[in-house]
């Protein structure tokens, strides 16, 4: 079993919906919770960044932890064709070299 | 703020040869980590150098081996190069030193392939 499991999608919605991306992970460890955003080809991008547990808001973006299920979320309001890309789950324990564990991403379609 | 910047941006091996992948961090930025992609797949965790040591390695043999420079740029070195070695090889820097605050920062990465 992964330590970080993330469907893989595709994920195909209209312009203007609502999405939610999901991860679910085993290690208790977890502390830093991220969600990278990633064109083809190019390099992930940090989109949200988390803490421990709660919520945290960015723009049309909102992240969620929480530890209690082992289970974060991102949600992504008015979603744009510009969003399409693939999303990846990141964690991080508090161990020396706060490595990070990915999840394999979901792949994001918004149709226009 | 320049960003990360890797070279080369693609690259084609033989099986056997040896290959060196190339790292500018972010500036000020002292930690580097290095992670390889595959296809469809999640970054993984390879190596982190921390003030030209490294602190840390994932599941990945010997011949995976790195160097930081006092510059904090950094250098990914695979001998013995094999098929599976084909990915995308991504280079993070972080400000904080080994903390993820606001997370690491990525290049866009290296391609590798394999033949």
């Known amino acids: 079993q992964k330590e970080v499991e993330q469907d893989p999608g595709p994920l195909s919605v209209p312009e203007g919906a609502i999405v939610s991306l999901n991860c679910t992970y085993s290690?208790?460890?977890?502390?830093?919770f991220m969600w990278y955003r990633q064109y083809s080809r190019k390099g992930p991008e940090l989109l949200m960044y988390t803490y421990s547990s709660g919520n945290k808001e960015d723009g049309r973006f909102t992240a969620q932890v929480d530890k209690s299920s082992k289970y974060i979320s991102l949600f992504i309001r008015d979603s744009q064709p510009s969003d399409s890309a693939t999303y990846l789950c990141a964690m991080s324990a508090m161990d020396s070299s706060y490595k990070l564990i990915f999840g394999s991403g979901t792949r994001l379609l918004v149709r226009p | 703020e320049t960003g990360v910047t890797q070279s080369p941006t693609h690259l084609i091996k033989t099986r056997g040869q040896q290959v060196t992948l190339r790292c500018s961090s972010q500036s000020g930025h002292n930690t580097v980590s290095w992670y390889q992609q595959a296809l469809g797949q999640g970054p993984q965790f390879i190596f982190q150098y921390y003030r030209e040591e490294e602190n840390g390695r994932g599941n990945f043999p010997p011949r995976f081996s790195g160097l930081q420079f006092p510059n904090y740029s950094s250098e990914l070195n695979v001998n013995a190069l094999e098929l599976d070695d084909s990915a995308l090889y991504l280079c993070a820097s972080s400000l904080e030193g080994m903390r993820p605050n606001g997370g690491y920062t990525f290049g866009s990465g290296t391609r590798l392939t394999v033949v």
């Open positions: 290690n208790s460890a977890f502390q830093y």
